[in-house]
């Protein structure tokens, strides 16, 4: 089956997706200077980007950022042999299409993939692109035997290039990938399979390669301070030519009254994630708010496994108990939309017959007197200070704190970084040991996620929660290559989470960005990614 017909029959499936898109001052998926803000031959000046959490390691598929990290610094600097087209369709979630592959089809045991390469492609040190550099990236990631592998290389490609068994190179224009069951969704996978210059790596080592990375992407790499500056300029021999901006530059700004004061003091002229209180004062001062519905879910996860949060009917409960709309038009002053079940609004899996959990305290205390707790229980959850896609990690806490003591549920609300709360729950740990964590993920902007957040088999700390039915559907749905059948089966799993309520569905994140005028071009996509190649900024 060639991608091209998948395409086709994925966008069709897609539309009829929920298409929210904020009124925040902006044109629809766009920086509010409408789709000619893409066009024009206008290039040069300097975007800095004020991020919300540490930047991440810049080797390849390391990271270490969530998906902040990714959009601003991974996916700027490589690509994969698939991308995500991020420019065209900004009502829909994206497509997958060719990178460094033009095209791609599948055997007929589902399993066997052969990819065709893009000719004429160069790494950012000036060495081509091929086959062999392909087979090179592989056996980093995958072969313990190889001289560039390292075991930090292996646990972070395992998420997206795990399932592969083997490898090889057919022909100069072709590379042959194996996978151990069948993958529909490998294509959207191999987005995240980041590829880097070999020459490179054999240059500086696998452990010194992320002071000097190497990849094909639209800006190549130039300086950094760890952890909290990483500068960037154009690649000028870019495939899909050369990005109008002269250099990018990112900056850690994990507090929100920092990266606005930044935005309006010049220091920076873009900033992630704008203090919701700022945005009408940012506005009056000539700033514009992009924004647009993605796939992302705030949400907590509880301890299904700890009394009493093995109890379903005392989780339900603490969904009725709290209000999102208010945290959602409140707090959040509508960058957010209220999340009464798991699956995010943008996504083709949502139901909107699928909303169970209204405002109700009356029934959160019903439902915890039928459990056996009329005068509620005391819990603790580990909340993140900031990070990608977290919104205000804290005052969202408080308020579910303050929603959730109203029924008698008292919660102990304990801080750490999005680091180690993440790092913690890669090793299958809670950070601060409480009984749940608050968190914001994706569920289907890559569909290889899914098991690792709703799977019983997680390596993932996941509250415990595991429902056969939930992984049957799951393994069912990703062998199949048709994308309107995944979701569907994706719909009924997460059906099934809803109703099992393993976590407190708060909301869906509507990405808003503030952008200085100078700043032109922006096309915002209903994804957690960019495309930056439309941006320049103006002198």
Not at 234 to 247: E, F, H, M, Q, V
């Amino acid at each position: 089956m060639r991608h091209n017909a998948r395409i086709r029959s994925r966008a069709a499936a897609l539309s009829a997706a929920a298409v929210l898109l904020t009124a925040a001052g902006c044109a629809s998926g766009t920086d509010g200077s409408g789709a000619a803000g893409a066009g024009g031959d206008e290039r040069g000046g300097t975007l800095v980007i004020g991020a919300t959490g540490r930047l991440p390691n810049p080797d390849t598929v390391i990271g270490g950022a969530g998906f902040e990290g990714k959009r601003l610094v991974g996916f700027q600097i490589y690509e994969g042999l698939t991308r995500y087209e991020l420019l065209k369709d900004t009502d829909r979630p994206p497509v997958v299409t060719g990178a460094l592959a033009t095209s791609w089809e599948v055997a007929a045991d589902a399993r066997t993939w052969t990819f065709t390469l893009r000719k004429g492609v160069t790494f950012q040190d000036g060495t081509p692109f091929d086959a062999d550099a392909v087979l090179f990236n592989l056996a980093r990631y995958l072969d313990r035997n190889s001289p560039e592998y390292t075991d930090a290389l292996g646990a972070a490609a395992k998420e997206y290039a795990g399932g592969i068994t083997s490898y090889r190179k057919t022909d100069e224009d072709h590379v042959e990938l194996v996978t151990k069951e069948p993958n529909g969704h490998f294509p959207e996978d191999l987005a995240h399979v980041l590829i880097a210059s070999p020459t490179a790596v054999r240059r500086t080592g696998s452990a010194d390669f992320s002071q000097h990375p190497v990849g094909t992407g639209p800006f190549a790499f130039a300086s950094q301070t760890d952890g909290q500056e990483i500068d960037l300029v154009a690649n000028k021999t870019y495939w899909r030519g050369a990005p109008k901006l002269d250099k990018l530059v990112i900056k850690a700004l994990p507090d929100a009254a920092a990266r606005t004061a930044a935005l309006r003091s010049g220091g920076v002229n873009w900033i992630e994630y704008p203090n919701p209180d700022d945005i009408d004062s940012l506005k009056a001062d000539g700033v514009r708010i992009a924004s647009n519905s993605y796939d992302h879910l705030w949400y907590w996860i509880l301890d299904t496994a700890k009394a009493p949060w093995n109890n379903p009917q005392v989780r339900r409960a603490a969904n009725f108990a709290i209000d999102r709309k208010a945290i959602a038009e409140k707090l959040l002053h509508g960058t957010a939309d209220p999340a009464y079940q798991a699956a995010p609004r943008a996504t083709a899996a949502y139901d909107p017959a699928g909303d169970l959990y209204s405002y109700d305290p009356a029934k959160a205390r019903q439902l915890l007197a039928e459990a056996g707790l009329p005068n509620g229980f005391a819990t603790s959850v580990t909340v993140p200070t900031g990070g990608s896609g977290n919104l205000l990690p804290v005052p969202i806490a408080e308020a579910l704190q303050r929603d959730l003591a109203a029924v008698g549920i008292k919660v102990e609300l304990r801080t750490t970084d999005w680091t180690t709360l993440i790092g913690a729950e890669a090793k299958g740990q809670v950070a601060l040991g409480s009984d749940a964590i608050a968190q914001s993920t994706t569920l289907f902007q890559s569909e290889a996620l899914l098991p690792l957040f709703i799977g019983s088999k997680s390596p993932f700390w996941t509250g415990h929660y595991a429902n056969p039915q939930v992984d049957e559907l799951l393994a069912s749905s990703a062998a199949s290559a048709d994308q309107a059948g995944r979701q569907a089966g994706y719909r009924k799993a997460l059906s099934l989470v809803s109703q099992d309520a393993p976590w407190l569905f708060v909301v869906n994140d509507r990405n808003p960005r503030a952008l200085s005028p100078k700043v032109q071009g922006l096309v915002q996509p209903q994804s957690w990614f960019l495309d930056l190649t439309t941006v320049r900024v103006g002198r």
